[in-house]
């Protein structure tokens, strides 16, 4: 029986990063999934500029980069629409494909072992040790059990059992995502998308609550869509025939009349990919007697754009960093774990607390907030940096706010008065 320091279960994002921190640490770590790699995941593929955090990122931008994006357009529900020019990248564009492999060899490199291609299928917590029972009948046993296996992560449900959480998210806290990527061709990409590779969002496409996106990256487009579980059922259970994936086909031919995407270019329903995203601002306790969660597994992802590889990546750091200060003291119950989930939710646990608060805000309103938006910069530039996270929503929640009245005042109120309305800026290719 092999024993390792940690076991990572779940060789994503989060998982890999964990184990490349671990590992540079000189502990003996298994990363383990049920994927042999590389793989394909569903998601948009976008890195919020926060990503710059971790040097072993920024200083290998080669092995992985797409595209940089210097500009952004968010059309509303009525298609008005707002333009954000930045001088620096906000966005960055990468292909799950080769970069979760690549995060993957980082954590091999530094020394930890990959174990792909099979599954964990139970583990159980001693007083001493860990002993993980994988599908092929393996046994492994290790001091802390990492769990980063997504949504439904196996310690994630063990945790949730002893600290009576509900055994699964609610269907208002999992965003469905569907998505596909295709090659358009560089032609199509320069000349549409230009230099700046702009990032585009449609708010609430067809008046439900989510939104879709297509990002550009080298010669591909990523495009896709996201909408509330909850929202999903509720459309099915009425007996229209409403169809995800036909709606996503939908919004495909929004972008062809827009200029957007390729006329020529056949998307088809058996392009279309899918997953479960949370979306419910974390878990309340993470950790337990040897073990806790980062990435998707805590729910670390945020409300108002669904992005999560950066909340992945630092959970997986921060997990790594609480995990050396454990191993030097020798204690690993749960209320020296406790280091973990407070560090967390010190850092960021705020942020997604108030980036719920601003997806319901979107979702309320998101014509007013489009054209507040359209028609003053400085709110055009708070909104666009909370929404990719180069801005600490907790601490701009109250100037958020602030301009939020400023434009009903100004754009709604003193308007209606007056009779004078002023006309949102035009797209400028």
């Known amino acids: 029986m092999s024993h390792y320091d940690v076991l990572v279960e779940g060789a994503g994002p989060a998982g890999a990063t964990a184990a490349y921190y671990l590992a540079m640490q000189g502990k003996k770590v298994a990363l383990v999934d049920r994927a042999k790699f590389p793989r394909e995941k569903a998601c948009g593929g976008g890195l919020c500029v926060h990503i710059e955090e971790f040097d072993h990122i920024i200083s290998n931008w080669d092995d992985f980069l797409e595209s940089r994006c210097l500009r952004g357009i968010v059309y509303g529900p009525d298609f008005m629409p707002v333009d954000y020019v930045a001088e620096k990248p906000f966005f960055y564009n990468i292909r799950r494909l080769k970069f979760d492999n690549t995060l993957v060899e980082y954590a091999v490199n530094k020394g930890a072992t990959l174990i792909q291609g099979v599954a964990v299928r139970d583990f159980e917590i001693y007083d001493d040790k860990v002993v993980t029972k994988l599908r092929n009948g393996e046994e492994i046993t290790s001091d802390v059990i990492i769990g980063a296996g997504g949504s439904f992560d196996l310690v994630s449900r063990r945790i949730r059992e002893i600290e009576n959480m509900p ?20 032609e199509f990409m320069d000349r549409v998308y230009g230099d700046e590779r702009v990032s585009m969002a449609h708010i609430k496409y067809q008046n439900l609550d989510g939104y879709g996106w297509s990002f550009s990256k080298d010669t591909a487009l990523n495009v896709g869509i996201g ?48 997953a ?27 409300p108002l754009s669904g992005e999560g590889l950066y909340y992945a990546l630092d959970s997986g750091r921060i997990a790594a960093e609480s995990l050396d200060t454990l191993f030097k ?21 705020d942020d997604l607390e108030w980036l719920k608060v601003g997806w319901h805000l979107l979702m309320v309103m998101p014509n007013s907030l489009i054209r507040y938006a359209a028609l003053d910069e400085e709110t055009k530039e708070f909104f666009t940096h909370m929404f990719v996270g180069s801005m600490p929503a907790a601490k701009i929640k109250n100037k958020v706010l602030a301009l939020i009245a400023k434009g009903a005042l100004t754009h709604d109120f003193l308007s209606h008065v007056t009779g004078k309305h002023q006309e949102v800026p035009s797209l400028t290719n």
């Open 167 to 186: 055994m699964r998210w609610k269907d208002e806290d999992i965003a469905m995502a569907l998505y596909f990527e295709v090659d358009v061709g560089r």
């Open 227 to 274: 909408c509330p579980r909850s929202v999903i059922k509720k459309l099915k259970k009425n007996g229209s025939g409403w169809d995800e994936k036909q709606y996503l086909l939908d919004y495909v031919d929004t972008l062809k009349e827009q200029g957007w995407f390729p006329k020529d270019i056949e998307v088809t329903k058996k392009m279309i990919s899918g």
């Open 276 to 302: 479960s995203i949370p979306v419910g601002m974390g878990m309340k306790c993470t950790v337990g007697d040897r073990m806790l969660v980062i990435g998707d597994a805590g729910g670390f992802v945020s």
């Open 329 to 349: 003291e020798g204690n690993f119950d749960k209320q020296s774990m406790m280091l973990y989930h407070d560090t967390w939710s010190n850092k960021w646990g």
